[in-house]
């Protein structure tokens, strides 16, 4: 199969996201859609190309604590709690913690916490390292679809609608990844 854009560049991956675009790439269980969390056009339109009910937040992936603390609002979270989720990363575990206020809102999308993943998946997290930050991070696939496993489902999805495709294979996770309250330790998502 031809893709329409070059597929499995790293720098070509970045130049898209600093462009304002969506891109896809794969993580521990699928692949993503993923862009500028700080770039309120670019999440307006991961959201539009999955189809999402608007009212739904996003997640965001990281390589490393530091690129998700400030997203954080520490002051609501107890030591315990956060030494719990920190103890996952990285790893496939999606916590969703109270959001601070350098969290935008396009990316809450009113709710009082911010899912946020530090990955274990080598080019998920080289991803965030050659971006500079973390990235939003959504299934790649229509709302109600299933979720695309391969650069080639992605092309197959969304054509031309996605400004790049990070080729490379899936942590092998049957599912998506678990999602949890980081206060509570209360499953949201299993």
């Known amino acids: 199969m031809t893709f329409a854009q070059p597929i499995s ?6 130049e898209a996201l600093r462009a304002g675009g969506v891109i896809a790439y794969p993580t521990e269980a699928v692949f ?11 999440v307006a339109r991961a959201v539009e190309l999955k189809r ?11 390589a490393d604590f530091a690129q998700v603390e400030k997203y954080i609002d520490l002051a609501r979270l107890s030591a315990d709690a956060l ?10 575990h999606t916590w969703v913690f109270p959001r601070s206020e350098a969290t935008p809102e396009w990316l809450a999308r009113g709710h009082a916490g911010i ?7 080598p080019l998920a ?3 965030c390292r050659a971006f500079g930050g973390a990235l939003v991070s959504t299934s790649a696939n229509r709302h109600g679809e299933p979720p695309a496993r391969s650069a080639e489902a992605v092309q197959a999805a969304f054509g031309l609608d996605v400004a790049y495709i990070l080729a490379g294979e899936t942590g092998g996770l049957a599912r998506p990844t678990p999602i949890r309250d980081a206060v509570t330790g209360e499953e949201i998502r299993v």
């Open 9 to 14: 560049d790293l720098d070509a991956a970045v």
């Open 32 to 42: 993503g859609l993923g862009c500028d969390p700080h770039d309120e056009a670019a």
């Open 52 to 62: 999402r009910p608007p009212a739904q937040g996003v997640l965001l992936i990281a």
């Open 83 to 92: 030494a719990r989720a920190r103890a996952s990363w990285p790893g496939p």
């Open 115 to 121: 899912a946020l993943r530090v990955t274990a998946h």
């Open 125 to 127: 997290a080289a991803l």
